[in-house]
């Protein structure tokens, strides 16, 4: 057998060296690839979450709304509500959506006792803020979303609302308070011309708070039971049920004669029996059921 010499037994163990420190070099490299991409991606995932829902705050302004539920109880204000006794069963589902002001407290047999999210219009923005320690520290870890048209919700300082908002978001740190974008505002006009053929606003119509509701549930949820939402066609039929606008309140408004002036007035008033259409066809493509009174589209 030969034997190496000195020399090249020394290359030998130097070429070895440089190859360890070559396989090194990759392996660190491609640990620090892995970790950028990493954090690239999950950065890439918040930016483009659901970013229609900017939280309010003083800190930072592009803060998005990251939420995602398997199944949502959509909960209406309706009156149809009143004596359902399904508070047990919308306490049992991951997210609770409510709307506006309404109340749990006393109501708790029918509509639940839970809330994950509660959608607010404008108008209905101060009536929270008039009970400003119930909402936003009792309630603190519900989140808010409040939407209106630009004139009330805009973000130099003339907005109105959204400067309302912005105290309470200071006032109160710990809230989860957010703003639907102006983008998306007119993403669901779009939505309702594309549905009805009608531009909302030259039609003289107002979306409900009930409608950025069902969009918001259409973002978060996977499947969704909506309980007191009466189908477009019930107002109509002879043998309907009499109930109030709203299941609170003490508010003995009816609820079909409010959804018919509303649909038939010229200006400024809500759609509530088309957009009633329109739940109907996203029902058909979407896992949503409807619940007291139940139908299926």
């Given at each position: 057998?030969?034997?190496?010499?000195?020399g090249t037994l020394k290359c030998l163990m130097r070429t070895q060296y440089?190859?360890?420190?070559?396989?090194?070099?990759?392996?660190?490299?491609?640990?620090?690839?892995?970790?950028?991409?990493?954090?690239?991606?999950?950065?890439?995932?918040?930016?483009?979450?659901?970013?229609?829902?900017?939280?309010?705050?003083?800190?930072?302004?592009?803060?998005?709304?990251?939420?995602?539920?398997?199944?949502?109880?959509?909960?209406?204000?309706?009156?149809?509500?009143?004596?359902?006794?399904?508070?047990?069963?919308?306490?049992?589902?991951?997210?609770?959506?409510?709307?506006?002001?309404?109340?749990?407290?006393?109501?708790?047999?029918?509509?639940?006792?839970?809330?994950?999210?509660?959608?607010?219009?404008?108008?209905?923005?101060?009536?929270?803020?008039?009970?400003?320690?119930?909402?936003?520290?009792?309630?603190?870890?519900?989140?808010?979303?409040?939407?209106?048209?630009?004139?009330?919700?805009?973000?130099?300082?003339?907005?109105?609302?959204?400067?309302?908002?912005?105290?309470?978001?200071?006032?109160?740190?710990?809230?989860?308070?957010?703003?639907?974008?102006?983008?998306?505002?007119?993403?669901?006009?779009?939505?309702?011309?594309?549905?009805?053929?009608?531009?909302?606003?030259?039609?003289?119509?107002?979306?409900?708070?009930?409608?950025?509701?069902?969009?918001?549930?259409?973002?978060?949820?996977?499947?969704?039971?909506?309980?007191?939402?009466?189908?477009?066609?019930?107002?109509?039929?002879?043998?309907?049920?009499?109930?109030?606008?709203?299941?609170?309140?003490?508010?003995?408004?009816?609820?079909?004669?409010?959804?018919?002036?509303?649909?038939?007035?010229?200006?400024?008033?809500?759609?509530?029996?088309?957009?009633?259409?329109?739940?109907?066809?996203?029902?058909?493509?979407?896992?949503?059921?409807f619940k007291h009174p139940s139908w299926r589209p």
């Amino acid at each position: 057998m030969g034997y190496l010499s000195h020399g090249t037994l020394k290359c030998l163990m130097r070429t070895q060296y440089f190859r360890w420190l070559s396989l090194l070099s990759l392996s660190l490299t491609l640990f620090w690839i892995g970790h950028v991409v990493k954090r690239d991606i999950h950065a890439a995932v918040h930016i483009t979450g659901l970013k229609d829902y900017v939280r309010i705050t003083d800190v930072r302004m592009d803060q998005f709304l990251d939420m995602h539920c398997n199944q949502c109880a959509l909960v209406s204000s309706s009156g149809q509500m009143l004596g359902a006794d399904v508070g047990e069963e919308i306490d049992k589902s991951q997210c609770v959506i409510r709307m506006n002001n309404a109340p749990t407290s006393g109501y708790e047999k029918d509509v639940g006792s839970r809330t994950t999210v509660r959608v607010v219009s404008h108008t209905s923005a101060p009536l929270l803020i008039k009970n400003e320690h119930y909402f936003f520290t009792q309630s603190r870890n519900t989140t808010y979303v409040f939407w209106g048209p630009e004139r009330n919700m805009r973000q130099d300082g003339k907005g109105r609302i959204f400067n309302a908002l912005l105290k309470m978001a200071k006032k109160y740190p710990d809230a989860n308070i957010y703003s639907v974008t102006r983008e998306k505002i007119q993403y669901c006009d779009n939505i309702f011309q594309n549905e009805t053929g009608k531009n909302r606003m030259k039609t003289g119509a107002f979306l409900s708070t009930g409608f950025f509701t069902m969009i918001l549930a259409l973002d978060v949820c996977d499947s969704i039971h909506v309980y007191g939402m009466i189908d477009n066609n019930y107002c109509s039929r002879a043998n309907h049920s009499v109930v109030p606008y709203h299941y609170y309140g003490g508010n003995r408004v009816n609820e079909c004669r409010m959804y018919i002036v509303h649909e038939n007035t010229k200006r400024g008033g809500h759609r509530f029996i088309t957009e009633k259409a329109i739940y109907a066809k996203w029902a058909t493509r979407h896992k949503m059921e409807f619940k007291h009174p139940s139908w299926r589209p």
